[in-house]
Every structure is written in structure tokens, then in C-alpha cells.
């Protein structure tokens, strides 16, 4: 679809890291929290990410994603209008449901909601978890 599209990724999972290093994907496996943004991508997109990361966190991921992307930013997580803390697998502190894309408008205010949508588990044709998402554009840098 895209021959010339170069693809990196910033994934914590060894195994899946070498699966992408195997399709010619350039990978850092790290935590986000650890990333250090080294160039600008025309599309960051991050999906199922900041609903794990402790709040106390989010202002600087969200920084990483600002500081990565020279054109659009897409967030798919889970959305809550407030924030709230939710169980999950038994654990507490470990998956948050908030306002991301809101908050990212807020924090950068040359950013622009270009589109939104839902994604829902029982779609037939793109089946996939009950996700929000939010394509951002940068209007400039």
C-alpha cells in the first residue's frame, strides 16, 4: 500500500519486538515512559497505551507523542469523560479511563481534532475492543 512508508515502533514486549524487527519494522523495545524521541513522524499512533500508563505519567507521554509527530497524532484507548481508575485482571492502578484527546488539545493549542470514532467488538467487518479514537493534526510546529 505504502512501498516507501517507513514504520517504527516503540514496543515493551520482547517477542513482540522481534516479530516487527522481522517484518523490517524499525522497533525500540522499551517502555514509552523510557523513549526517547529521536525524529519527527509524519503519523504517531497509539493505541491501548495511555490507559496503562500512571497519570502521574500522561503529561509526559503526551509530550513524546507531541514532540514525535510533524503532522498527526491518533489515539484509540478506552474514554471516560473524568478520569476514573478501573479493575483490571484483579489489579488495581493498573488500566485509567479519561479524556485523552482532550487533554492533549488542551495541553498544545496548535492541535486540532481532524476525527473521531468508535471502534465495537461486535463490528463484523474491523472487529475490535470498544475503543474510542481521535486523529489530532498539528496546524504547525
Given at each position: ?15 513482540a519486538t522481534q516479530i516487527l524487527h ?61 478520569p476514573v481508575e478501573v479493575l483490571y ?53
Amino acid at each position: 500500500m505504502l512501498p516507501d512508508c517507513e514504520i517504527s515502533a516503540v514496543e515493551i514486549n520482547k517477542k513482540a519486538t522481534q516479530i516487527l524487527h522481522s517484518k523490517g519494522f524499525k522497533v525500540y523495545n522499551q517502555s514509552i515512559l523510557d523513549f526517547n524521541v529521536d525524529y519527527k513522524r509524519d503519523f504517531v499512533f497509539i493505541k491501548t497505551v495511555l490507559i496503562h500508563i500512571n497519570p502521574e505519567e500522561l503529561q509526559n507521554v503526551y509530550q513524546k507523542l507531541y514532540d514525535a509527530s510533524s503532522q498527526y497524532i491518533m489515539i484509540a484507548e478506552y474514554y471516560n469523560p473524568t478520569p476514573v481508575e478501573v479493575l483490571y485482571r484483579g489489579h488495581s492502578s493498573k488500566l485509567f479511563k479519561r479524556d485523552f484527546a482532550g487533554e492533549m488539545l488542551d495541553k498544545f493549542s496548535n492541535l486540532k481534532l481532524v476525527d473521531y470514532g468508535f471502534t465495537y467488538h461486535r463490528d463484523n467487518y474491523y472487529c475490535n475492543d470498544d475503543l474510542n479514537w481521535f486523529l489530532l493534526e498539528k496546524l504547525d510546529d
